[in-house]
């Protein structure tokens, strides 16, 4: 009887423990498991989406190339980018997506991207498909300093160099602190028109040329305006507002080739009396912006976009 009881208590051993090793009670410790399991990091993008990464991202796919820069600044890669004639040399052998404004989605799978950060404005219609696809998808918008700033700690999140992030803004801050120092406190009044193939419209502050002129103390005369339907960036344009307006300073950003531009400008000025009256004219402070700086987002480098911006103004201070 001693000898059965032994032996059924031998068997009821040793299902005990194999009961518990199948549970996991002889696997990995709590700690471990809880750090296995943790994201790589939970980040909220401009569309106030909190999206989560698992891990940190091997291959991204960016669809503007004012990305490409600030992320590689941070110690980011890519595997597929847009075309633009303002590619990174070290990112021209990546794949093409298409253009900004016309991603080709097939091409976007291809690169089997585990990240892609996209346009705001330009390419929500890509997040359906993404999420169908689980592709953790950044919306990001980055056309003033502001949204540079902000967008550079977002890579550098996705990145995991939150440090190489404050360097690189602590960077820009100190350069643009520079110009703004070296130029007069005068409170200049400036308007900022916009060129292109159907006319002329009025740049805000919250453009790339209007977010520059804040930084420099200047005071845009369309502060205020109200914004076009499609764009709000920019106001509608009249010769008789501009007049009321009185600038002093005019700056013109262009879509066209320079020259081009200057010469429509020639024509539009010449076949109307009422822009002799304007001070800027007057005064010969009319100044073209390059499209380098001006026509898309300048991303990190800003502080060149306000040197630009102030050495127009005041050419003598930067010999």
């Not at 919306?139 to 190489?164: A, C, H, L, P, W």
């Amino acid at each position: 009887m001693k000898s059965t009881w032994r032996f059924l208590t031998a068997i009821i051993c040793v299902f005990a423990l194999a009961v518990t090793l199948g549970c996991g009670g002889g696997g990995t410790p709590p700690e471990q498991k809880k750090e296995t399991s943790a994201a790589f990091a939970t980040i909220k993008d401009d569309l106030g989406r909190e999206v989560t990464l698992a891990k940190k991202p091997e291959r991204i796919v960016v669809t503007s190339a004012s990305f490409l820069e600030p992320l590689h600044a941070v110690g980011g890669d890519v595997v597929g980018r847009p075309d633009s004639k303002s590619v990174p040399d070290w990112a021209k052998d990546k794949t093409s997506i298409g253009r900004v404004y016309n991603v080709d989605l097939e091409k976007l799978l291809a690169c089997a991207p585990d990240l892609v950060i996209a346009n705001k404005g330009m390419n929500e219609k890509l997040l359906e498909s993404l999420e169908i696809n689980k592709i953790p998808t950044l919306v990001v918008d980055m056309k003033n300093y502001e949204e540079v700033k902000n967008e550079v700690r977002i890579f550098s999140q996705v990145t995991g160099e939150k440090e190489k992030g404050e360097a690189l803004i602590k960077s820009m801050d100190d350069k643009i602190k520079a110009v703004v120092d070296k130029i007069p406190k005068e409170k200049r009044r400036v308007a900022i028109l916009h060129s292109t193939a159907q006319g002329l419209s009025v740049q805000l502050d919250t453009s790339i040329a209007g977010s520059t002129a804040k930084m420099l103390g200047f005071v845009n005369v369309a502060s205020g305006m109200t914004a076009l339907e499609n764009n709000p960036d920019a106001a509608p344009y009249s010769i008789e507002t501009l007049v009321e307006q009185n600038p002093e300073i005019l700056f013109v950003t262009s879509m066209g080739k320079i020259d081009e531009v200057k010469k429509g400008m020639d024509n539009t000025i010449a076949l109307n009396p009422a822009w002799q009256t304007i001070p800027a004219i007057k005064n010969g402070k009319m100044f073209y912006l390059s499209q380098e700086h001006f026509l898309l987002s300048p991303g990190i480098e800003y502080p060149a976009a306000v040197e630009e911006m102030a050495k127009q103004v005041y050419p003598e201070l930067f010999k």
